[in-house]
Structure formats: C-alpha cells, structure tokens
T-cell receptor, first 112, second 113 residues
C-alpha cells in the first residue's frame, strides 16, 4: 500500500546504527499504543505494543518507550538493517472506545 | 494462517461506476475494520464490525459508501457511484476479542478516473 509520500518526516540512518522514531499523541485518555511498520506495497505490520501502565517494553531489536507526562512515544530499533526501511506509524487507543487513531507516519531510510 | 486476504489488489474504474472491495479476515477474529489511506489524510478508519455487526460507521465519508459483513469470514466495502476523490488504498484489518492488535491485509489500490 502506498502509504504516504512527499511530506512525511524522514529519518535517514546508517546501516548498523540505532534508530529512534518519535510520536506525540494528543489524548491523555489513551491507554494502549502500537507501532506499525509499512513497507512499500504492503499493509501496516504490527511491531510492538505497550499499555499505559508501562513505560518501556522490549521486543526483538525494538524497544518502545512511553512518557505519559509529555504524551510521547518512541520506537527504538537497534542495529538498523536495510530491511527496516519503511514507514512507521504509531497508533493510540483511548480507554473509552475500540478504535485506533493513527499518526501521520515517519519514513525510515537505511543507508548501506 | 494466510493472514487477512483482500481482493482485488488493484482496481481501475471510471467515475460513476460501482466498486466492490472484498476482505476475508483471519479465522477466529471477532473484529473487522475497513481503513482508507491517502497521502493527504493518512490512514483513516471507515467502519468496523464486531461479530459481523457494524459498530461504528462514523468514518464512512458519504452515503455512496456502504459495508457489509454477511458472515464471519467475508466483508465487502462498496462505493456507488465512485468518484475520482475516492482514489486511495483501502485496507481491511481484523483482530481477536482484545481488539488492540489489528492485523492488516495487503490493501486494494483503487484508482477512479
């Protein structure tokens, strides 16, 4: 799926470096957050999630940090690889509903 | 599991024609979501179903859009009549009872001329 195009914020990193992708959310009632990865021509793919009662969660090569005080979410990718090149979306769910609200996305470009 | 299946993958049609997009959710999932993605507006939720019943269709842009889920394994999103501004990628997603983790299909790229 062609997700976004010319106006996405872009992060360019060298292969092997760590990447940090940031997301600000607006709803202080949000209690669940997800990071998705979208490669060109594909649908968003679940990476990692975190609930609001946590401030950090680790997966394989990825870590999500949640700062509820400033309503900020970040995704850290260790030892970034060319296959990590994609658009990354954060999504939030508020505790009053069942819907996810997606952020605008960040394009990650990995230079070999 | 094959994941969420969508068809067609690409659709080109002329303004005024009817378009039907299809989705087969992951077996056992209770929730099904239809999204639209454009460069201008990003990813937008159109409608979602729980146990085949539409729960929230507030994201459906106009009466030209309709969605159905006749059974647990099939859903359609119909646009009639289609307009050029409907051109977008349409995604279907599904999830278990705990709906947070949604699994997306590959999308249908729609172009209305």
């Amino acid at each position: 799926g062609e997700s976004v195009g010319l106006h996405l914020p872009t992060l360019s990193v060298q292969e092997g470096d760590n990447s940090i992708i940031n997301c600000a959310y607006s709803n202080s009632a949000s209690d669940y957050f997800i990071w998705y990865k979208q490669e060109s021509g594909k649908g968003p793919q679940f990476i990692i999630d975190i609930r609001s009662n946590m401030d950090k969660r680790q997966g394989q090569r990825v870590t999500v940090l949640l700062n509820k005080t400033v309503k900020h979410l970040s995704l850290q990718i260790a030892a970034t690889q060319p296959g990590d090149s994609a658009v990354y979306f954060c999504a939030e769910k508020n505790n009053a509903g069942n819907m996810l609200t997606f952020g605008g996305g960040t394009r990650l470009m990995v230079k070999p | 599991d094959a994941g969420v299946i969508q068809s067609p993958r690409h659709e080109v049609t002329e303004m005024g024609q009817e378009v039907t997009l299809r989705c087969k959710p992951i077996s056992g999932h209770d929730y099904l979501f239809w999204y639209r993605q454009t460069m201008m507006r990003g990813l937008e939720l159109l409608i979602y179903f729980n146990n085949n019943v539409p729960i929230d269709d507030s994201g459906m842009p106009e009466d030209r859009f309709s969605a159905k889920m006749p059974n647990a394994s099939f859903s359609t999103l119909k646009i009639q009549p289609s307009e050029p501004r409907d051109s977008a990628v349409y995604f279907c997603a599904s999830s278990f009872v705990v709906i947070e983790t949604q699994y997306f299909g590959p999308g249908t790229r729609l172009l209305v001329l």
